[in-house]
Each structure stands twice: as structure tokens, then as C-alpha cells.
């Protein structure tokens, strides 16, 4: 979604400004803007399409005091008018802002009313007039009454022109992270844009508002009383954060995948006894024999993961599981009975329907584990118990290896209710060992990546697909479906297998190839049927199958053999051979891959 970055030290800040929107520049943007405080003067420039646009407009520009932002338009046009900072009429104040004003239809009327007009079609642009209406000469308290009557979500930076050396950041439910360096302070809406800098943080929580001075920090809550909080350290590398020797960062992502599931696994493992013992779970033996219900929220392929781990809490521990797209759910009235242990799984834990969901769930009294890659996040800080990828970071919008890792993490939480329940040491120790030979398996998968290029290429002019799968390889043909469309733009349709009868398979004909998942084995000999059924229609298939499964050659038309493993992580080899199909059928249609039209990384508004 939007990005803000703002600095105020001693340096040049719009160098520092423009290279920090470039670092979050994945998240996707449609506009970028920025304003300084130089010599006394409010100057500010804003543009549609890339940043070079602004570099080019901002020149030489040199200022210690700097807010930027790039906009993914929600309300209005991506104009220039509408791109940030937003300003009062008498330009003294700007405005970098992520996030929606709810009820800002009725502040503009109210504002409107008493003459204030309006340049831009923005939510934003109330709250640079509500702050100069209310300006008395305390600039903090200004932005803090105005941040009073918003309803809504949202991080923003503001600058004022009579206060040069300040800058007033806030944020309520949308992340904002403030680093702290000697002499000077850096504000993102991602802390990976801060790691070059600092590596001590502070995460704003919701309500709060930070003043930003050249003599440091100071934090205060919504009333504006003074807080004190603790700095917390970014625990990823710089060299996480670039593309290394690789084409595109979802390249990289995904044939980091052998390391990102080994850290996913990392003395996780209680071998001896067949489980697992995983930090940041504070839950003992006899709350987990208390659940009685699972209930998963999600989004995207946080859902697809959710999904798999539906069926695992299923078949292993043997507990019903009722699986949500955090977005439908949040406007359920949901039924959390006494025993409901919810699962909240979301890479980056920002986004606003998963918390959303959330705090719905959490309001109804049941405890939340949430199953997130970034530290700091909101969801994170909401949850009362954390399982963390460590992926390191996802830059490709596209999610990749935090799928992986989401399915190796939920996996070992599976087998540890099960354990815990009634599956057997002996059970427990052959799941471990499964697992443990995941990272080398995976390796094997990206080792066909030519054998996967080639089919791709053969298969890149189609505009239509189907996915299909049963049981395990039914989430992952949504998955595979979900990739194929985000980064090559191709209509792709994710289905069960065994529902093409009841409607869709009249869309197959020898234009609309099928990717078939088959390595689900308890399944596989049903699938087997349902694609005879495809290719009776002239369909064509390509098979991503286990090693090992037999009957394919003669039916189908391509098959890529991935290691044999149990079904239950079987997804995890398969959607690496579908991440790879996607990547070149994109590559080979020229679609942007790493930043994919329309779409965000964190998606923080509903
Ligand atoms: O950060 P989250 O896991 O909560 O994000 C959920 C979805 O927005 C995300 O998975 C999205 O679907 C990705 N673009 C998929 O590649």
C-alpha cells in the first residue's frame, strides 16, 4: 500500500528520503511526493509513475527535514493533485499519510462549510485542515485534537513550516516504525527501508504520537500524556534486503526456499520424544488438550496455507478446523465458543482484515497464535503467542518462500497437538524425519528449474488455465493458480478436482491447458480419473506428481517429478515446481514480476 519515509538529522534528507521510497518500492505505488523545510519555506513536489519523475523534479533540493510518500490510490484518482504530502490552504502544513479516513466525507462537508476549499480528492487532505484550524502555535497539540476526529486507520508524518526542526508522526493500526541513529531519526512505514541506517526501532503502537526533534524522540499516547518505550533491535541483514546475483527478488525468494525451511525448523526439533518444542509458544500440554476447535484467518496465500493446515490439525490431531478468509469473516458474527483456538497467519502481520478479524475474535475472549514472518508487526504485537517464519525479508510481492515457511512452521504446530493428543513417538519421529529432509528435497525441485522453464515457455501464449487438485494438492493448486495470475497475468483457475464435472469443465477445450497437482497419494488414482476426463475434451495437462506415481506418461502431456514425501508436505515441493512455472510463463510474457500492476505487498486497507 503506501509508504512513508521521512528523516531530520543533520544530513541532506531528500537524498536519504528518495533512496529510503526506493527501498520500499515493492510494496507498490502509483505516485510519489515529498516536502522539505529549507530556509524557513514549506517546499514540496509531487508526481505520477516513478520516482525518477520526482528526482527529477526535486533536483538539488537540500533539506535536514524531509517527509516523502508513495501512494496506491484508494480515494481518488492517481493524479498529481491527489498524490502526498496533502496541504492546508495556506501551505504551511504537509502531510504524508497512509491509510483511511472513514469519516472523512463528513469532516470535508464540516470543513467545507467554513470555507475551506479543497484541491485534491483525497481522504487525506482533511487532516492538513483540521490541524491548521486548530494550530495555536503547539504543533503537537494541533496534530493530536485533529487525529482525535478521524475514524479510521493510519500512519502519517506532517511537517509545519514555523517548526522546522519537528516533525509529528502517529499511527493507528497501520505501521510505523521510527529508527533511531545518533543525531538523527528516520520514520518508515517498513522497517526494512531503515536497516542501512539503524538497527534500533520503535514500532508506534495504536493511538500513539511521536514528537521528532534534532534532540531525539518523545513519545506520547492519544491524550498526550508522555510514554516511554523500549527500543528494539531489526534483527535481518542489509544483504537480505538486495536482489544478490538474481533477475528479480521473487527469483531469489524462491531459491532461497532450501534455507528460508531449514531456519523455519531450526532447534525446533525434539527429536528424542518425536515432537517439537517451538520458542514464542507459551502454551502448555494441558491448554492445548482444552482446544476444541481450530479457527484459521487469512488472506491471499496466508488462506492457501491456512487451508493446508486445516487438513493437518484434521487428520493428525484430529480437531475440527474451520479455515476463513479473514476478510468475509470480519463482517460474520463469529460463534467463539469455549475450546477455540484461533490461528491467525499473515506474512507480513499488517494486513487490516486479518487484525481486523482478529481483534473481532479477541473481543469474544479466545486466545490468538499468530503465524507471522516480521517482527514488530501489528499482528505480532496483538497475538498472545507468536510462531515466526524467519524467512528474512519477502520483498517480491509475490509471496514465495513465506508460503513455504508458513507450511513447514504449521506443520511442526500440527504435529505437536498431535503428539500431544494421541499420535504415537514412533509417528512423531517419522514426521520429524520427513521434515528434515524437506530443505535437500527442495533443492532437487529447483534443480529442474530448466526442465520447468522449457514447459513454461511452451505454455506461455495460453491466456487461460486451470489448476486442480484433491485433498492436500487442492489448497496448492489455488496457490499455483493464485502465482500464475499475480505475476503473468493469466486468467488461472484453482478448483477441485473432483467439482470440474459439476460446471467448469465445459471451459476446457485445447486452448485452456490444465496444471494438475497430483501429488497427493491418497487421492491420486481419483485425480487420475478426473484428468482423463480433461484430456477427453482436448484439454492439455501438465502433471507436477511425486516420484514414484505411476500411470502419468500415458496420459498426460508434460510431468515434472518432485521428491516423494508424506501428504501432508507434499504442498511445500509442489508449489516450489509451480512457483517456477509461474516465474517463467511471467518472464516470458514480459510481465513485471517483482512489482505486479494493482497489486501491494501489505495490504493495510480493506
Ligand atoms: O501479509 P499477508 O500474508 O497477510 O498477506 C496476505 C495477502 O495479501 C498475500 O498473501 C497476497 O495474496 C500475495 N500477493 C500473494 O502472493
Same mark, same amino acid.
Given at each position: 500500500m503506501c509508504g512513508i519515509y521521512g528523516y531530520l538529522g543533520h544530513r541532506n534528507g531528500v537524498k536519504i528520503a528518495l533512496d529510503g521510497l526506493k527501498r520500499i518500492e515493492y510494496r507498490g505505488y502509483d505516485s510519489a511526493g515529498l516536502a522539505a523545510i529549507t530556509e524557513g519555506k514549506l517546499e514540496y513536489f509531487k508526481e505520477v509513475g516513478k520516482l525518477s519523475e520526482l528526482e527529477r523534479l526535486v533536483g538539488d533540493l537540500s533539506s535536514p527535514t524531509v517527509i516523502a510518500h508513495t501512494r496506491w490510490a484508494t480515494h481518488g484518482r492517481v493524479t498529481r493533485e491527489n498524490a502526498h504530502p496533502q496541504l492546508d490552504e495556506s501551505k504551511n502544513i504537509a502531510v504524508v499519510f497512509n491509510g483511511i479516513i472513514e469519516n472523512y466525507q463528513l469532516l470535508k462537508e464540516k470543513l467545507q462549510q467554513e470555507g475551506v476549499t479543497f484541491v485534491s480528492e483525497t481522504d487525506t487532505e482533511v487532516l492538513p485542515h483540521l490541524i491548521a484550524r486548530i494550530y495555536d502555535g503547539d504543533f503537537l497539540k494541533a496534530v493530536q485534537q485533529a487525529l482525535l476526529l478521524l475514524h479510521g486507520s493510519y500512519a502519517c508524518a506532517i511537517l509545519h513550516r514555523d517548526h522546522p526542526n519537528e516533525m509529528i508522526v502517529a499511527a493507528h493500526s497501520c505501521p510505523l516504525v521510527i529508527g533511531m541513529a545518533a543525531q538523527e531519526t528516520f520514520v518508515s512505514s517498513d522497517p526494512n527501508a531503515l536497516v542501512h541506517h539503524t538497527r534500533e526501532v520503535i514500532y508506534l503502537s495504536d493511538g500513539e504520537v511521536a514528537k521528532i526533534t534534532l534532540e531525539g524522540v518523545e513519545i506520547f499516547d492519544a491524550t498526550l500524556a508522555q510514554i516511554s518505550k523500549e527500543t528494539e533491535q531489526i534483527l535481518h541483514s542489509v544483504e537480505e534486503t538486495t536482489k544478490g546475483n538474481f533477475e528479480h527478488y521473487t527469483l531469489k525468494e524462491i531459491f532461497e526456499q532450501p534455507q528460508t525451511i531449514r531456519n523455519a525448523m531450526l532447534s525446533r526439533f525434539f527429536e528424542e520424544y518425536g515432537t517439537v518444542a517451538i520458542d514464542g509458544l507459551h502454551i502448555s500440554a494441558s491448554d492445548l488438550l482444552s482446544i476444541k476447535r481450530f479457527l484459521i484467518v487469512s488472506c491471499g496465500t496466508s488462506f492457501h496455507a491456512g487451508l493446508v493446515a486445516g487438513y493437518m490439525l484434521e487428520d493428525l490431531a484430529g480437531v475440527p478446523t474451520q479455515v476463513e478468509i479473514s476478510s468475509e469473516f470480519r463482517y460474520k458474527n463469529p460463534?467463539?465458543?469455549? /475450546?477455540t483456538f484461533v490461528i491467525a497467519i499473515s506474512q507480513? /502481520?499488517?494486513t487490516a482484515d486479518t487484525i481486523a478479524a482478529v481483534r473481532e475474535i479477541k473481543a469474544k475472549g479466545a486466545k490468538i497464535l499468530a503465524v507471522c514472518n516480521v517482527q514488530g508487526s501489528t499482528l505480532a504485537r496483538e497475538a498472545d503467542n507468536t510462531l515466526f517464519l524467519r524467512a528474512g525479508p519477502e520483498i517480491g510481492v509475490c509471496s514465495t518462500k513465506a508460503f513455504t515457511s508458513q507450511l513447514a512452521v504449521l506443520s511442526l504446530f500440527a504435529l505437536l497437538m498431535a503428539r500431544t493428543k494421541h499420535m504415537s513417538k514412533l509417528e512423531g519421529q517419522n514426521f520429524l524425519h520427513s521434515l528434515q529432509k524437506l530443505p535437500e528435497q527442495v533443492q532437487r525441485v529447483l534443480d529442474l528449474a530448466p526442465q520447468i522453464e522449457k514447459i513454461a515457455k511452451k505454455y506461455s501464449r495460453y491466456d487461460h488455465f486451470f489448476f486442480l487438485g484433491r485433498r492436500y494438492m487442492y489448497p496448492t493448486a489455488l496457490e499455483a493458480a493464485l502465482k500464475l495470475k499475480e505475476i503473468a497475468y493469466v486468467n488461472a483457475n484453482g478448483y477441485p478436482a473432483g467439482e470440474m464435472k459439476h460446471g467448469p469443465i465445459a471451459l476446457i477445450d485445447e486452448e485452456c491447458p490444465t496444471v494438475a497437482l497430483c501429488a497427493d497419494k491418497v487421492t491420486f488414482d481419483k485425480l487420475l480419473s478426473n484428468l482423463m476426463e480433461v484430456k477427453a475434451r482436448h484439454g492439455k495437462v501438465i502433471a507436477i506428481a511425486h516420484e514414484g506415481a505411476k500411470g502419468l506418461e500415458n496420459t498426460v502431456d508434460e510431468v515434472i517429478y518432485v521428491p516423494d514425501t508424506t501428504d501432508e508436505l507434499a504442498p511445500i515441493l509442489s508449489t516450489v515446481a509451480a512457483q517456477l512455472f509461474a516465474y517463467y510463463v511471467a518472464k516470458e510474457r514480459g510481465a513485471e514480476i517483482d512489482r505486479p500492476r494493482n497489486l501491494a505487498k501489505s495490504v493495510t486497507v480493506e
Open positions: 460463534i467463539v465458543q469455549e /475450546g507480513s /502481520g499488517e
